[in-house]
């Protein structure tokens, strides 16, 4: 059983920086890709960042130059960094992978941007 446990959402003002952290349960998620999640109300949940086992990184365009992916595989966790936010940018933050056609996701966390 894979837990995934999100932390550091909160409040931040447009332009600021907030990080999240995704920890796992077991060492097993190194061998996998792993990746961040978004969804804003009355929207689908949305592919943002995704790291390969290797450490090759994407982003989607929304988020690509603002948003930064990494993983530290002696802590068995997953970070995003996030710069310039936006009001836009305000959603519930997931941390996902997928094993053997399994996905796990964390609870989520909440980010808002808002003066």
């Known amino acids: 059983q894979v837990q995934l446990v999100e932390t550091g959402g909160g409040l931040v003002q447009p332009g600021g920086s907030l990080g999240l952290s995704c920890a796992a349960s077991?060492?097993?998620?190194?061998?996998?890709?792993m990746a961040w999640y978004r969804q804003a109300p009355g929207k689908q949940r949305e592919v943002l960042a995704t790291?390969?086992?290797?450490?090759?990184?994407d982003y989607a365009d929304s988020v690509r130059g603002r948003f930064t992916i990494a993983r530290n595989y002696a802590k068995k966790t997953v970070y995003l960094q996030m710069n310039s936010l936006k009001p836009e940018d305000t959603a519930v933050y997931y941390c996902?992978?997928?094993?053997?056609?399994?996905?796990?996701w964390g609870q989520g966390t909440q980010v808002t941007v808002s003066l």
């Open positions: 790291i390969s086992r290797g450490g090759t990184t």
């Open positions: 077991t060492t097993i998620v190194s061998a996998y890709a």
């Open positions: 996902a992978l997928n094993i053997a056609g399994q996905n796990y």
